[in-house]
């Protein structure tokens, strides 16, 4: 099993002025760590069970723009891109220039968008939820042709793109992998039966019921249900002194009995000194052979 780091949360002791240096830090400390991957949350505004939407939000593709600068081994990408922000052919070409420029490291991470406030707030498209749907798939398609060999035109519903021309194109081939963010049952888990290379279901309850809903479909449509990448989002809290480190291990043993390849989330007080070197050096070695 891997771990990865997800970041959703900047504010740190120092406020603005301090954020360049401190999150540069967190990543390479993750980084020494071992973890895999990192993420970061395509939002603009705090969502509400973290804090008020008024604390510090970065914008995604820029920070792993930076992130892809102070690191050199870990994947990146978004947990996950909300479709309705950016137009697709954008979108990839945002992707490919992160995997271009971070050496083949890029990861896309996608979901039908759910914040109606934060997109009103700032004018962002937010239509009603079976067109933002509709959208992911067109923009899945759109991104997978632009990551081939056709650069003809793409004629959708929603997108209309006279050329699909992407160039200079990805160092990950044939693609930087799909990571398709959610567990609804009818489409999400579908749409990563026929287009993703990985999932990201929260670890509840109901996380084995859904493994078994994204067999069925991948059963439905032809696909090698062990192809995809099964990856959980859950939050890590080791205790102010580490008291809880044999409950994430035994956690996540139980994660890795189900199938979960990847154990992907944030880490509480990440920024404090010794907390993600206390996962590299008791969690992240004690599941490595899961």
Known sequence: MRLGLHIS??????????????LGDVAQRAERAAYDRISVMDHLWQISHLGPPEHEMLEAYTTLGFLAARTERVKLLTVVTAVVYREPGLLAKAATTLDVLSGGRAMLGIGAAWNEEESRG????FPPTAERFERLEEALQICQQMWSDDDAAYEGTHYHLA???NSPQSLSRPHPPILIGGAGERKTLRLVAQYADACNIFDTPELPHKLDVLREHCERLGRD??????TAQLRFDLGPNGERVEQTIEHLHELAG???????????DVSRPGTLELMGEQVIPAVADL
Do not use: N
């Open 9 to 22: 949360d900047f504010t740190w002791d120092g406020g603005a002025a301090a954020l360049r240096e401190t």
């Open 258 to 268: 189900l199938g979960i390849q990847v154990a992907h989330g944030a880490l509480a």
């Open 225 to 230: 249900y062990d192809e995809i990448e099964k």
């Open 122 to 125: 700032l004018g962002l498209l």
């Open 163 to 165: 050329r699909t021309l």
